[in-house]
C-alpha cells in the first residue's frame, strides 16, 4: 500500500507541531523518520495511523482518503518503544491476540491461527518459546513478539515509533538489521521513527529528517549523508568538522586557507562556515600554498579498515578529525606530535542566514 502525505499541518494550542509536510511513500518502501527530541516524529507517525487528526491535509493510502477510516480499517500494525505486550498472555496468545478479537465472520479456525503464529514464531526467530510469558523474555526477544502481534493481522502499513529504543547498543543493532531482512522477505511500506542517525542511515530506503516540525531534508542514506542540505543536518548527522572563517571582497578565508568565493555570494562581507567529513581532508607532511592548514597531530587511532588522527590546527587552534585509509597513512609515515598539513575538500559554504556561528 503507498501513502501520500499531502500538507498536514498539526498544532497543540498555539505551538505548531507539523507544518507543510509533504512525502510520498511507494508500496514496499521503509522509511524512517529522523529528528531530534520534539521535532514532530511521533505526531506524524499518530496522524498516519489515524491515533491522532492533522488540523490541515490528508493521508492518501493507495490513493484513497484516509479521512473517513478508522484504526482499524487503515490495517497498520503497530509497535511501539515499550513492547506494550500482555503481561499474563503466553507468547503464542499475544501474537494471535489480534485474530482472536476479530468479529466472528472474519475470525480464522482455530488450526489456522496455530499455523500461521507457528509462521510467525519462525519469522521472528522465536520458535520454541510460545508458551513463555512476556517476563520470561529478554528485552530483544519481547520485541520481536511485538513485531509478531503486529504482523499477524497482515497490515498493509507497519509503523514502528522507536521499537529499539529501550534496548542496549548491541541487540538494537543486531535487531535493526534483522528488521531490514524482515522488511526484505514481507515488502508491507513501513515508517520507522527514530533519533538514532545510525539507526536511520543502517536500515531505511529513505530517511525522512525532521526539524522543528518541517522536513528539513528528504533522501537515501547516502544522499543525506554526503550530501546535506543544511547546517542542522550537517550537525544532526555528526561526524563532521566545522571550519569557521569569513567571505570578504569576493574570496573566503577559513583561517590559513583561501579561496575563491562562489558566485552568488561573492559580493557578501559576513562570516561563513563549512562543514567537512573526515574522510574528506586530506594530509600531507608539506603544505602547499594557502589550500593547507598546519596542524599537530595529538591522537591516532589505527584498529580496523582505516586510521582515526584527531589534529589541532596552528592556525585557529580548532581541532580537526580525519579518516585515512591504512595504505595512505603507511605512506605518510606520521607520528603523534608531527606537524603536519591538512586540506579539505569539496567545501560548501553556508553563511550566517542559515546557521548561527
Ligand atoms: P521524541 O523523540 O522526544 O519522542 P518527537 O519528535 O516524536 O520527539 P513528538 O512527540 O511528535 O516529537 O512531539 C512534537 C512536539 O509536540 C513536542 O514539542 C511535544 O511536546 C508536542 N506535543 C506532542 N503531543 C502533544 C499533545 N498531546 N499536547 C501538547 N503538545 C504535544
Do not use: C
Not at 157 to 185: C, I, M, S, T, Y
Request: charged share 25%.
Amino acid at each position: 500500500m503507498s501513502i501520500e502525505i499531502i500538507n498536514i499541518h498539526k498544532q497543540f494550542g498555539s505551538f505548531t507541531a507539523l507544518k507543510d509536510i509533504n512525502l510520498t511513500i511507494p508500496t514496499g518502501e521503509l522509511v524512517a523518520l529522523l529528528g531530534p527530541s520534539g521535532s514532530g516524529k511521533t505526531t506524524l507517525l499518530r496522524i498516519i495511523a489515524g491515533l491522532e487528526l492533522a488540523d490541515q491535509g490528508s493521508i492518501l493510502f493507495n490513493g484513497e482518503d484516509t479521512a473517513q477510516r478508522n484504526v482499524q480499517q487503515r490495517q497498520v500494525g503497530f509497535v511501539f518503544q515499550h513492547y506494550a505486550l500482555f503481561r499474563h498472555m503466553t507468547v503464542f496468545d499475544n501474537i494471535a491476540f489480534g485474530l482472536h478479537v476479530r468479529p466472528s465472520k472474519l475470525r480464522p479456525a482455530k488450526t489456522e491461527i496455530q499455523a500461521k503464529v507457528q509462521k510467525l514464531l519462525s519469522l521472528v526467530k522465536l520458535e520454541g518459546m510460545a508458551h513463555r510469558y512476556p517476563t520470561q523474555l529478554s528485552g530483544g526477544q519481547r520485541q520481536r513478539v511485538a513485531l509478531a502481534r503486529a504482523l499477524a493481522v497482515e497490515p498493509q502499513v507497519l509503523l514502528l515509533d522507536e521499537p529499539f529504543g529501550a534496548l542496549d547498543a548491541k541487540v538494537r543493532k543486531e535487531l535493526r538489521r534483522w528488521l531490514r531482512q524482515l522488511h526484505d522477505e514481507l515488502h508491507v511500506t513501513s515508517v520507522f521513527v527514530t533519533h538514532d542517525q545510525e539507526e536511520a542511515l543502517d536500515v531505511a530506503d529513505r530517511i525522512v529528517i525532521l526539524n522543528n516540525g518541517r522536513i528539513e531534508q528528504l533522501g537515501t542514506p547516502e544522499e543525506v549523508y554526503e550530501h546535506p542540505n543544511s547546517p542542522f543536518v550537517y550537525d544532526f548527522l555528526g561526524n563532521v568538522n566545522l571550519f569557521r572563517g569569513r567571505i570578504h571582497r569576493g574570496r573566503i578565508s577559513l583561517g590559513s586557507i583561501e579561496l575563491a568565493a562562489p558566485d552568488h555570494i561573492d559580493t557578501l562581507d559576513t562570516q561563513a562556515v563549512s562543514f567537512v567529513r573526515p574522510y574528506n581532508i586530506e594530509v600531507e607532511r608539506e603544505g602547499k600554498g594557502q589550500e593547507f592548514i598546519p596542524a599537530r597531530i595529538l591522537y591516532i587511532r589505527a584498529v580496523g579498515p582505516t586510521v582515526h588522527l584527531e589534529l589541532k590546527r596552528e592556525d585557529t587552534g580548532d581541532f580537526v578529525e580525519v579518516e585515512l585509509s591504512k595504505e595512505r597513512f603507511r605512506e605518510l609515515n606520521i607520528k603523534l606530535g608531527e606537524q603536519v598539513f591538512v586540506k579539505p575538500k569539496d567545501l560548501r559554504i553556508f553563511i550566517p542566514e542559515d546557521y548561527v556561528i
